[in-house]
């Protein structure tokens, strides 16, 4: 009688032991990421220009640069942009060496200032270049394109984020031979919004020869990424 009650104790022990394994199988968990893309005009510019001088005499060339900068500002405030709408981006001056003769000498010093203005006058852009050259500007730094309000293209890229996640986890469980039952977790990985890096900004080859020919800017499309993880559990 004792031996029968000791295996129909260990009959039960495992009977409850086995339980969780089975349900824990029928809900089968699979991580999946998922990513969206949408490419929206650009609206706003965003143009760096500025000035380098070099000199023997370092008061003179932070002189030199001070003067033009003031007039690059005075051209681009003509051309219609709002004094809000300049801002300095960067300025340093940094002395020149010669290492000649295994020494160290201070032969002069270089000066930097540039500008960064912003305009949502897309098709002004390469206009505005001109005219900071014209009025002494020697460096064009950067020309970036993007939007000024990003948000709907943000929660559309996070909706194609999710759907691609999830078509993803469809083609997963079939392969498998299972089929998803339910969504676990959803974490958003991050979303960017960023110049496509298709745009283009030269100073024209006809305007180094005098002929008048200004700068040509094209603006690209700005994209806007986004990228979720997901769990799904399947059975």
């Known amino acids: 009688m004792k031996k029968l009650l000791v295996l ?13 394994a089975l349900a824990e199988g029928e809900g ?17 510019a965003i143009v760096t220009v500025g000035v380098r001088e070099a000199s023997a005499d370092v008061l003179v060339a ?23 709408e300049i801002n300095t981006d960067s300025i340093n001056i940094y002395a ?21 203005v912003r305009t949502t006058d897309i098709d002004n852009v390469g206009a505005l270049i001109d005219a900071a050259f014209a009025a002494g500007a020697n460096t064009l730094d950067n020309v970036q394109f993007t939007v000024q309000d990003d948000s709907e293209a ?3 890229a996070l909706t194609k984020a999710v759907e691609d996640a999830r078509r993803k986890a469809d083609v997963l ?13 959803i974490a958003e990985s991050g979303v960017y919004t960023y110049d496509s890096m298709r745009n283009f900004a030269q100073m024209d080859a006809a305007a180094t020869e005098g002929s008048g020919a200004g ?5 690209a499309l700005v994209s806007v990424d986004a990228s979720v993880s997901m769990d799904f559990i399947l059975q």
């Open 8 to 20: 129909l104790t260990c009959v039960a022990l495992l009977a409850l032991c086995a339980g969780p």
């Open 28 to 44: 089968t968990k699979l991580s999946v990421s998922g990513n969206g893309t949408v490419l929206v005009e650009s609206d706003l």
């Open 62 to 84: 932070q002189a030199a640069v001070n003067e033009k900068i003031a007039a690059i500002k005075q051209a681009l405030l003509d051309a219609g942009v709002q004094e809000t």
């Open 96 to 116: 020149n060496y010669d290492y000649s003769d295994n020494t160290e000498v201070i032969v002069g010093y270089t000066a930097n200032n540039s500008l960064s």
């Open 154 to 156: 943000r929660e559309q």
């Open 173 to 185: 469980a079939a392969a498998a031979g299972m089929q998803v039952a339910a969504i676990e977790s």
């Open 215 to 219: 700068t040509l800017v094209q603006a």
